[in-house]
């Protein structure tokens, strides 16, 4: 009986010996991966290079409606910096012709994000080595 309650005793250490480094294993592994998550997330730098402020008159019916806005255009890849200073002429078109096709309506409240993300859609049509990921409306003028 003597040797019987030693090997449930040593049964029992065994049983608990297992659960702790199955439970230590799964927090180390839990921390790995949490750690992993954390260093490919990494959010890159946001730079920004303004276009020349824009006069431009608007699609409005029956009346002559103007804007004067700055744009900025906003990247994370540095080698993009060089692509936009060349294509200036190209990317100052788009948004010229995207503008000119709004109406004065279209600039109130959230409506200008659907404005802000087709100028970026435009621009990036025009961009081969990355795309740009915002558009700033630096100042913005309607007469």
């Not at 730079?47 to 009346?63: R, W």
């Not at 002559?64 to 890849?77: G, P």
């Amino acid at each position: 009986m003597a040797e019987n309650k030693g090997a449930s005793k040593l049964l029992i250490i065994i049983i608990v010996l297992l659960v702790l480094v199955l439970i230590a294993g799964g927090f180390v592994g839990y921390m790995l991966l949490v750690k992993n998550k954390q260093s490919t997330t990494k959010v890159l730098p946001e730079k920004t290079m303004a276009m020349d402020e824009l006069v431009v008159n608007l699609n409005d019916e029956g009346m002559r409606t103007y804007i004067k806005v700055k744009i900025f255009l906003a990247y994370t890849n540095s080698k993009l910096e060089g692509e936009i200073t060349e294509k200036m002429p190209q990317i100052r078109d788009v948004v010229i012709t995207t503008v000119r096709s709004k109406k004065s309506e279209e600039f109130e409240g959230n409506k200008v994000e659907a404005i802000r993300k087709e100028i970026r859609d435009n621009v990036n049509n025009l961009l081969t080595k990355d795309k740009i990921t915002n558009v700033y409306f630096y100042d913005l003028l309607i007469q």
